[in-house]
């Protein structure tokens, strides 16, 4: 996952932003498919929706409990505050980026040629954030953060995600390998890690996110 050596576990943090990763794949791939129209397929697509959702729900934990927290820590640190502002200023361009592609799904004038090219953009904005916060943004957590903080920004992620775990776990840990699955379960309560193992899991496999054209990463 990464050479890094940190104090707190970041596994989860590492493993979200793999997923995420694996979901710009899934955009990218319906918005190059040549024999449908993509704008159709990706407004339809449960994946699309459930990338938002979850987006949106991590970085809101992050604006609103994490970054704050390192800002302060860091006040006197201009090299690092530096880095904690390019965080919070990169997140503000994610929604613009967002809406900017549900509008060309809207759009039935200019063409999948504008499609694609606002995927591009948002392929690299989000996928040249998710770098930058590992090469830099983490280790600066790693440095400042209290286990109280980790664990407040746990909870908060966990407050947004509500009554969607049953989709929000397995859609986290899809194509995730078998060291990550067992951290994730191993921080659920056992009637959890049944459900979903007997429930959640075979529920979400049998969903059609992206369309039957786009394959899937799932085991």
Known sequence: ???????????????????????????ARVTAEATDDP????????GWELFKRYLHVHHG???DVLWPAIRSAVQDLPDELAVIEAMEAEHAIVDPGLNAVDAALADRESG?????????????????????????ALAIVDRHATPELLQRFGAEHG????????????????????????TVLGRLPEPLRQAYRDEWQPAYAA????????????A
């Open 61 to 63: 934990a992050e604006d």
């Open 39 to 46: 704008r159709q397929v990706l407004q339809a697509a449960l």
């Open 1 to 27: 996952m990464t050479g890094k050596t940190f104090k707190n576990d970041m596994s989860m943090m590492y493993a979200f932003h793999d997923a995420l990763r694996r979901e710009l794949g899934q955009i």
């Open 112 to 136: 999948p040629e504008r499609l694609a090219m606002i995927v591009e953009r948002l392929v690299a904005g989000l996928g040249g954030h998710l770098k930058h916060e590992e090469d830099e």
């Open 159 to 182: 407050i947004r995600v509500g009554n969607d775990s049953p989709l929000y776990v397995p859609w986290y840990l899809d194509g995730a390998g078998e060291d990550v699955v067992a």
């Open 207 to 218: 969903l059609d996110l992206w369309g039957p054209k786009q394959g899937s990463t799932r």
